[in-house]
């Protein structure tokens, strides 16, 4: 699905499965995101543990 994301928005995609017990990445568009940058970046589950349904989220280097 990941690599589907970059061929159809031109970017790269990380899907990951974040909530209050931790972080786990299930497939990366490339290999210029590692997996530990990707996990640091959801550490705390900063998108919240409530009652929403997947949540979408755009990280880029400022």
Known sequence: ???KIKKEF???AVIIDAN???VETM?????????EWACAV?????????REQTPLCIVRKI
Request: hydrophobic share 20%; charged share 25%.
């Open 1 to 3: 699905m990941q690599k």
């Open 10 to 12: 031109g970017y790269d």
């Open 20 to 22: 209050d017990l931790g």
């Open 27 to 35: 497939g990366i568009s490339s290999d210029k995101i590692t997996e």
């Open 42 to 50: 959801f550490k705390g589950n900063p998108l919240g543990q409530g």
